[in-house]
């Protein structure tokens, strides 16, 4: 045997393993490719068929209707324009009063906690199928499904912004300052924007839920724009989508903070009808409606009875949990490809606008919505949900990915752009990325459960199922397996996010 | 710039009005069962008719959903109905006292069409063929009579299986002109839907019959009616749910009755009802 040589055999010593290594970047790399894995493995159990035989035409068909759209086939637009962004505001208004005092206790309370994460981890839309039964089509309806699930991301997200208020100028307090003088005067101040801010973006999230509200029946833009899509009616569609963006888009001047007063004021006229509330159906279904009837009465057998006759869940939640992972990752591949398209250190001028146009574009399409239109050209397996998902959740990281990269300042210069992608850029936005996708899987697999009303095989679609048949008991369950499931996927997801990670 | 978006905000506020429920208004609804405009059209004539004839404020509340619709009937949005056989038999026991008083005069007679793709090289036939096993199926609603509970219910008959056992994949359309639609594109390759929707849409000439045709039609059971609440004649003046049921069954305009498309309206009552109670209660529908 020829003898070796040395820098061969110092190699042999220390086999270089691929992604081997503690350094943060291996660890995160491993970390996606993880989960990518995951995803491939259990990409076969997903039925992801095509079932329309001509979705392109049908594609073709909406695109036109989405350039050239027909404004003048809209009923009552400005009505219906008013009601989403009344029922918007005062949904947000409404959850952040409630809210606000629970963050103050969110810390020390288990039981607040607790019930925060559960109004949170149940959608508007299920929030408002419930409403519906005691209040029926109206206001009331509208604003309890907008204001309880936020009030319960109020109170958490608050109660993160107040922890993280620097501390020296309440330190610097003489001993014995009342508690609420304390808050006042040094810990509000200190939070205030922050709070603002985070308040601005609730109330864009809401003008989305608002308009989704209108899937179930409630007149916001939504209901014409679900029976528009549903009958092919694509230019009217089409116009109801730009009159949404417009509204998103003229935000910052219309929703301006000095108008807030006035618009909260003047909308209030504006929501409507007010049900006449029947005490005695809301205390029915509160009482007995809801609850499984065997047990009301007491009968034990009929009780086991009543769950064997529940169909089988385990095959709706297992989809539920796989769109959940496969729209997560989905999303993740999205914002990896889709965010130098908006970022300044790419491209030119125009590509980076229309890059930006196409984030802002995909971000303010509500799941839901993008989910209903792929379905009408896919048909209804897990396939348009999936997509839906990972546009939607993916555009929104990547525009947050661009925007933390273009405060970001390069030392190097003259590099190629793979270069400054691979070697400058990537590097430093993507421990963010990942950790912005952990805390949106929360979100992703709430959005998962929803589309089943869709008629796609998840938990939506069997809680559909039993409100359409009246089922209150059986409906009210599964809502609750829902938001456990919710919990469980949020607790795993904290506990799996690279440590020591902020989203930026 | 911000000024001049100032009077968009102002325009948001000053053109809207807020509907407000008006205590003596008297309300009806319809199962959403066929397109909106197809529905908007015909509700809104009949409260017209309505109104002329009961000397009361009318109005149409359309809905999203069958499940809306019954709901809208318990909580006393609306007084009055236009419910298939289930959604009718759900709303009459949820609100005592409520009565069916009348049907089309086609619903004591109702039917279901099973409707093919070209591509499955079916043919009409007398029962159901054996060779639509493993094909891809749709109903309509999840809880309409002609397009879920019936055809639900001859499937089972026949082939002594669920619907989800017989076909490879089932979907629920939502109504009776979306199944029409998605069959003739061929995305389900069978559909079952309502009879009269069918030969309306093939009167005005709407169906492409190279694409989608009729392979089977079930036999015959009792649909639509309207279904009044009970409190009526407490709100509205005694004698007012007899007003109301004489009103439908006189109406007579060619031009209304087409829009159903019905050829006139006769009485109907509670009892009609039993062999769908049954039917849905052995499907698991109602308990």
Not at chain 1, 114 to 132: D, Y
Request: aromatic fraction near 10%; include cysteine; charged fraction near 15%.
């Amino acid at each position: 045997m020829a003898a070796t040589p040395i820098s061969e055999l110092a190699l042999q010593d220390h086999p270089p393993r691929l992604l081997a290594g503690k350094s943060p970047g291996m660890r995160l790399a491993r970390h996606t490719l993880t989960l990518i894995a995951l995803a491939l493995l259990v990409l076969p159990f997903a039925d992801l068929h095509v079932l329309s035989r001509a979705p392109w035409g049908e594609l073709g068909r909406i695109a036109q209707g989405l350039v050239l759209p027909h404004f003048g086939s809209v009923e009552s637009p400005l009505s219906a324009i008013g009601l989403t962004v009344a029922v918007a505001l005062w949904g947000t208004l409404a959850g952040m009063i409630m809210g606000f005092p629970l963050a103050l206790v969110f810390s020390r309370s288990r039981f607040v906690r607790a019930g925060c994460a559960f109004v949170r981890a149940i959608h508007e839309l299920f929030w408002a199928l419930l409403f519906l039964q005691v209040f029926g089509l109206s206001a009331l309806t509208a604003l309890a499904a907008l204001a309880i699930p936020y009030a319960g991301i109020f109170a958490k997200v608050y109660a993160e912004i107040l922890e993280q208020t620097p501390t020296a100028a309440r330190d610097a307090l003489p001993e014995g300052t009342g508690r609420l003088s304390r808050f006042v005067y040094t810990e509000l101040p200190l939070a205030f924007a922050q709070l603002a801010a985070y308040t601005r973006y609730r109330f864009e999230c809401a003008l989305r839920s608002s308009v989704l509200l209108g899937f179930v029946g409630l007149p916001t833009l939504g209901y014409q724009l679900e029976s528009a899509f549903r009958e092919g009616r694509y230019f009217e569609a089409g116009a109801v989508m730009w009159l949404f963006y417009l509204l998103i888009a003229s935000l910052p001047w219309w929703a301006h903070r000095r108008l807030v007063p006035l618009l909260a004021l003047s909308s209030l006229f504006l929501l409507g009808p007010w049900p006449d509330i029947d005490a005695s159906l809301v205390w029915r279904f509160v009482s007995q409606d809801i609850w499984p009837q065997p047990l009301l009465a007491g009968d034990i057998n009929g009780l086991i009875d009543w769950l064997r006759e529940i169909p089988e869940l385990l095959p709706v939640i297992a989809n539920t949990l796989l769109l959940g992972l496969l729209g997560s990752v989905g999303a993740l591949l999205v914002a990896l490809t889709l965010w130098p398209l908006a970022s300044h250190h790419f491209g030119n001028r125009l590509t980076q606008v229309a890059g930006k146009g196409l984030l802002i574009f995909l971000r303010s399409t509500p799941e839901l919505m993008l989910a209903f239109v792929f379905l009408l050209l896919l048909g209804p397996s897990l396939l348009p949900a999936w997509l839906a998902l990972a546009l939607h959740n993916g555009a929104l990281i990547a525009f947050l990915v661009a925007r933390h990269a273009d405060n970001l300042k390069l030392d190097m210069v003259g590099l190629p752009a793979s270069g400054k992608l691979g070697y400058q850029l990537l590097p430093r936005v993507y421990p963010g990325m990942l950790a912005l996708l952990y805390y949106r899987a929360e979100v992703i697999l709430r959005e998962s459960a929803i589309l089943g009303m869709l008629g796609i095989a998840t938990l939506g679609y069997v809680i559909d199922d039993y409100f359409q048949t009246l089922m209150f008991d059986v409906a009210f369950l599964l809502l609750l397996i829902t938001a456990g499931l919710n919990i469980l996927v949020d607790a795993g997801a904290r506990r799996l996010r690279p440590k020591g990670i902020q989203p930026s | 710039m911000r000024l001049a978006f100032a009077p968009l905000s102002l325009l948001l506020l000053a053109g809207l009005f807020s509907p407000s429920i008006l205590a003596d208004t008297f309300r009806f609804t319809a199962i959403p069962d066929e397109d909106e405009s197809r529905l908007v059209e015909r509700f809104s004539k009949v409260a017209d008719y309505l109104e002329e004839k009961l000397g009361v404020e009318v109005e149409y509340v359309p809905v999203k959903s069958y499940g809306a619709a019954v709901t809208a009937f318990r909580n006393d949005q609306v007084q009055l109905a236009w419910f298939g056989g289930l959604s009718g038999v759900q709303a009459r026991r949820l609100v005592p006292d409520s009565q069916a008083i009348a049907q089309g005069a086609e619903d004591a007679a109702f039917k279901t069409y099973f409707i093919a793709h070209e591509s499955t090289g079916l043919d009409a036939s007398n029962t159901l063929p054996d060779d639509i096993q493993g094909m891809t199926f749709t109903f309509g609603a999840k809880t309409s009579t002609s397009g879920r509970l019936m055809p639900d219910y001859y499937l089972r008959e026949r082939f002594s299986e669920a619907p989800e056992k017989i076909f490879s994949r089932v979907g629920f359309s939502g109504d009776h002109s979306r199944t029409l639609a998605l069959v003739e594109a061929g995305t389900y390759d069978i559909g079952a839907l309502n009879y009269a929707v069918w030969d309306a849409a093939m009167q005005d000439g709407l169906v492409d019959t190279s694409k989608v045709h009729v392979i089977w039609e079930t036999p015959t059971y009792p649909d639509y009616q309207w279904t009044l609440r009970g409190d009526a004649d407490e709100h509205y003046g005694d004698g007012f749910s007899e007003q109301v049921r004489q009103a439908l069954l006189d109406m007579d305009d060619p031009e209304l009755l087409e829009s159903f498309p019905r050829s006139g309206f006769i009485p109907a009552d509670n009892p009609m009802y039993a062999p769908i109670e049954d039917v849905a209660e052995s499907l698991g529908l109602l308990r």
